[in-house]
């Protein structure tokens, strides 16, 4: 790893050894990039964190023909990453995603996006629904993009498998409730199949714990369609330029596919069917419905002696972690891009967006700030669970509130920059009738 170190002190060493050789400019950028994606080429099997956990389960499933990409074992033992607020221990009302890139293998930044792609950390306010494979390969900024995708989604069954992460299939064929349970508001022996099936308040149940996580399950793939790394003429800057395409799927679990899956499917490890294994094994009514894309470009710049004295402050002081952070500025311009490509899909796709726990309601205050793309002006409905009579529940909403000024927005961006001072607000705050709010009420925003 303390080869990650030695990357801006290599460029500081070019930049010298072209003034004093007076090679061109072109000459320069081309050793410097080539400096750059040769160590992301070396580094990217033991550094990127989504590579190793997809060859461990290729590995782990030679027998598995339909589900390349799949590890049931690893499923089964999944412990899901509940977000919460730290100090109210309410659940984000969040949807699951699962996150691919376009890998163009010919392109000459490959390696370097697949590394910075692979270690970047879904955020906390969806659901990782990750299930291995995380490339598709493909042309960067291809005109029938679209077509490629649904092509790869469909040869390799991701519906089907994004349903076997939902219920935990083991490789017996079994399901279990656990995770449902875990992401959404009913518990694991509510849940219970055997006994909800058999009532129209358990019914009731299990469609509402459906809709609210299943449904809202989704497939983000990101095209590098550019990306520039250039240092203009008698300049010590290094600009990046990235343009990010991101196509979106939604898993469809509308009622007709619920019933088929309870009925036909479904079996737990104390009721083995190995007809009901091969039912669900051979099935294709598990699909994904394109919703549309969005494109978004982020231009950047730092100087070489910036990029430099952070590699020094690392090397020293280690209180920086290279696999969680750009290791240079085309890294940081990569995440950020990738950061707004989520926020312009859950502004033009209302369902994607997440709904932010209260934090306070004197004053209005959430823990959702300038990372999730919010800004002066922006306007969140606020929600209340309702309970209904048959076991179902659905929310109504009780106001909207309105972030009246930049200074009430908390800056969590701050987190991985090099540059920034850390905030001390940690929360944002809102503005809106008084004494009407409390904690355990939900925000989403709606402009």
């Known amino acids: 790893m303390k080869s990650f170190f030695l990357i801006p002190f290599i460029l500081t060493t070019f930049l010298s050894f072209a003034q004093q050789k007076s090679i061109s400019q072109k000459e320069f950028d081309r050793q410097q990039r080539k400096v750059i994606l040769q160590h992301y080429k070396n580094e990217i099997y033991q550094s990127n964190f989504r590579e190793r956990k997809y060859i461990s389960f290729k590995n782990g499933n030679h027998t598995n023909g339909n589900y390349k990409s799949v590890d049931y074992a690893s499923l089964t033992a999944q412990t899901d990453n509940i977000a919460k607020d730290e100090s109210s221990n309410i659940k984000y009302e969040r949807s699951s995603l699962y996150t691919l890139m376009i890998a163009d293998t010919?392109?000459?930044?490959?390696?370097?996006?697949?590394?910075?792609?692979?270690?970047?950390?879904?955020?906390?306010?969806?659901?990782?629904?990750?299930?291995?494979?995380?490339?598709?390969?493909?042309?960067?900024?291809?005109?029938?993009?679209?077509?490629?995708?649904?092509?790869?989604?469909?040869?390799?069954?991701?519906?089907?498998?994004?349903?076997?992460?939902?219920?935990?299939?083991?490789?017996?064929?079994?399901?279990?409730?656990?995770?449902?349970?875990?992401?959404?508001?009913?518990?694991?022996?509510?849940?219970?199949?055997?006994?909800?099936?058999?009532?129209?308040?358990?019914?009731?149940?299990?469609?509402?714990?459906?809709?609210?996580?299943?449904?809202?399950?989704?497939?983000?793939?990101?095209?590098?369609?550019?990306?520039?790394?250039?240092?203009?003429?008698?300049?010590?800057?290094?600009?990046?330029?990235?343009?990010?395409?991101?196509?979106?799927?939604?898993?469809?679990?509308?009622?007709?596919?619920?019933?088929?899956?309870?009925?036909?499917?479904?079996?737990?490890?104390?009721?083995?069917?190995?007809?009901?294994?091969?039912?669900?094994?051979?099935?294709?009514?598990?699909?994904?419905k394109y919703m549309g894309n969005v494109v978004t470009e982020k231009n950047s710049k730092v100087t070489i002696r910036e990029a430099a004295k952070h590699g020094m402050k690392i090397s020293k002081e280690g209180f920086i972690k290279p696999d969680e952070l750009g290791l240079n500025q085309d890294a940081l311009a990569i995440n950020n891009t990738l950061d707004a490509c989520i926020n312009k899909l859950q502004i033009k796709y209302p369902d994607l967006r997440t709904k932010f726990p209260l934090y306070s309601g004197n004053p209005i205050a959430a823990k959702v700030g300038k990372k999730e793309g919010i800004k002066e002006g922006d306007e969140f409905e606020v929600l209340e669970r309702i309970l209904n009579e048959d076991g179902s529940t659905e929310y109504q909403r009780v106001g909207i509130i309105k972030i009246d000024k930049e200074e009430d927005i908390w800056d969590n961006t701050t987190e991985g920059d090099w540059f920034?001072?850390?905030?001390?607000?940690?929360?944002?705050?809102?503005g809106g009738q008084k004494n009407k709010y409390q904690t355990g009420m939900f925000i989403r925003q709606i402009n």
């Open 106 to 288: 010919l392109n000459e930044y490959y390696y370097y996006t697949k590394y910075v792609f692979g270690n970047k950390k879904l955020s906390d306010k969806f659901n990782d629904h990750n299930i291995g494979a995380y490339q598709i390969s493909g042309n960067a900024g291809a005109s029938n993009q679209a077509e490629n995708i649904e092509n790869y989604l469909n040869k390799n069954n991701v519906a089907k498998q994004l349903v076997a992460k939902w219920f935990n299939r083991g490789s017996d064929g079994s399901f279990n409730m656990d995770l449902v349970s875990n992401r959404g508001t009913y518990s694991a022996s509510d849940l219970d199949i055997k006994i909800a099936m058999h009532t129209a308040r358990g019914k009731a149940m299990l469609k509402d714990a459906g809709e609210e996580s299943i449904n809202n399950t989704f497939v983000a793939v990101f095209d590098f369609e550019n990306i520039t790394n250039t240092r203009p003429s008698l300049s010590n800057t290094i600009h990046a330029n990235i343009t990010i395409k991101a196509y979106l799927y939604r898993l469809i679990w509308d009622d007709a596919t619920a019933s088929t899956f309870y009925t036909d499917y479904w079996m737990d490890k104390n009721n083995i069917n190995p007809s009901r294994k091969v039912a669900f094994d051979n099935s294709n009514i598990f699909k994904l």
């Open 420 to 430: 920034k001072e850390s905030s001390n607000l940690e929360y944002t705050i809102f």
